[in-house]
């Protein structure tokens, strides 16, 4: 067997520009399938690690994905808000251990920001329970005040004690929108990275939020008024609405009994929701999108492998004369058989393991691109068990790609072989 395997080396070195094509190809496609399978995998990662510890998320009555969606990742837009009276009526009931208001639908350059209170820093949780913790500066205590995350800061080249203004409405097509401009805040606080939409985040007060809109009616400054922020502190800056909050429990039990209370809202619809299961509504979803992509990248691996499996059958016509001597040497059908199905088997697994290094060698490059694009954190590891199987899958596909020439070669004959054709 040694001695095949060692042939089958031989062989396919000899024809190394050949197969060197088809080795490329079934590198690619084997890439292209792992790295489908490797960013479906972080992704899903990504968005159950965003928030930890919340038992329910409450906003008003609207879809359970979409509230998920702009209360924890920031995409979106509210189709309405939640009013404060009911909000702590709600954190303040019995069961409830915690609350966390967040008011959206402000910017900073692309990046929303999220009005909320001090607490926010000491309850939120993320990955494995895991806090917030600050590289620099501290949380907010006043008006004006702003914490960042770590890739607002790293984008944007903030540190603390720089002035920054934001903008009205979300703003991720440039500039266009109204800019608050009179009333400039002050960092006084970085985060450490989280690798969350919390990273991509600017954290202010609920009443800075308020101070901002005290000139302002129907998304615009009012003509010919404008309060400096000096003045700002001597009105009432309770927020009569915000857009969602988070709720943490005493206890998990009660979890059902606190959303039916929230959804029998009498004050107004509102509507409360596990994180886990909208996040296993959402992949639900989003299995058709995933199950298409790793169709369309295994059948990209299969093209590969018919070329394979075309080359060695071309291959065939021009190596008679070589299968030939080999028989005539003393090889068997059965060690011809062996050579072409290893050679095939050699060029699939090298072309399979090349593809892992690349999809390995691309995280390192495409990782930040990545989290900076889509929020999503690809490392770079070794093959998941998933991995592994597709590599397998690929691997064992190719062996059964070559059983056909190596079948071919069998029904050679030594006559065949030598006799010249006319």
């Known amino acids: 067997m040694k001695a095949v395997l060692h042939l089958a080396a031989r062989s396919a070195w000899a024809r190394r ?25 972080d992704a899903r990662q990504s ?24 209360a924890v990742f920031h995409a979106g837009n ?22 966390l ?8 350059r692309g990046f929303a920001v999220i009005g909320t209170t001090p607490d926010y820093f000491n309850r939120f949780r993320y ?8 590289v620099a500066g501290s949380a907010f205590g006043t008006l004006f005040e702003a914490v960042i995350g770590s890739e607002v800061a790293a984008q944007l080249g903030y540190r603390v004690g720089d002035a920054i203004t934001l903008t009205h409405g979300i703003n991720t097509a440039g500039p266009g929108l109204a800019e608050h401009s009179d009333k400039p805040f002050r ?31 129907g998304g615009a400054p009012m003509p010919g008024l404008t309060i400096p922020p000096e003045f700002v502190a001597k009105f009432d800056l309770r927020p009569k609405e915000i857009t969602a909050a988070l709720i943490g429990l005493k206890q998990r039990s009660d979890v059902f009994r606190m959303q039916r209370f929230i959804n029998d809202f009498r004050a107004e619809p509102l509507l409360g929701v596990l994180p886990g299961v909208v996040l296993d509504e959402l992949w ?12 369309i990248s295994a059948m990209v691996v299969a093209v590969g492998l018919a070329g394979l499996m075309a080359v060695m059958l071309a291959g065939l016509n021009e190596r008679r004369r070589e299968l030939a001597i080999l028989r005539a040497l003393g ?12 050679e095939g088997l050699l060029i699939t697994t090298l072309g399979a393991l090349l593809g892992l290094a690349t999809v390995s060698l691309g995280a390192v490059f495409a990782a930040p691109l990545l989290l900076q694009w889509f929020g999503v954190v690809v490392a770079a590891r070794l093959p998941a068990g998933n991995e592994l199987m597709l590599l397998g899958a690929v691997i064992l596909t190719g062996m059964l790609a070559s059983i056909v020439p190596g079948w071919r070669a069998w029904k050679m004959s030594l006559a065949d072989g030598l006799t010249p054709r006319l």
């Open 187 to 217: 960092i006084v606080g970085i985060l450490a990275p989280t690798a969350t939409p919390v990273d991509r985040s600017v954290h202010v007060t609920l009443e800075s939020i308020s101070a901002m809109h005290l000139d302002w009616i």
């Open 78 to 99: 509210a189709t309405n808000n939640m009013r404060w009276e009911s909000y702590q009526t709600i954190a303040t009931h019995p069961v409830v251990a915690w609350a």
């Open 101 to 108: 208001p967040l008011s959206l639908g402000d910017s900073h």
């Open 17 to 41: 520009l050949t197969l060197g094509v088809t080795l490329v190809a079934i590198t690619l496609s084997s890439a292209l399938l792992i790295a489908v399978e490797r960013i479906r995998a």
């Open 284 to 295: 639900q979803t989003m299995g058709m999108i995933e199950n298409t992509l790793l169709a």
């Open 127 to 134: 990955g494995e329970q895991q806090p917030l913790r600050f």
């Open 331 to 342: 090889a068997g059908p059965r060690d011809i058989f062996l050579m072409l199905t290893a």
């Open 47 to 70: 968005f159950s690690q965003s928030v930890s510890g919340v038992d329910l998320i409450v906003g008003p009555r609207t879809g359970g994905i979409q509230l998920m969606l702009y």
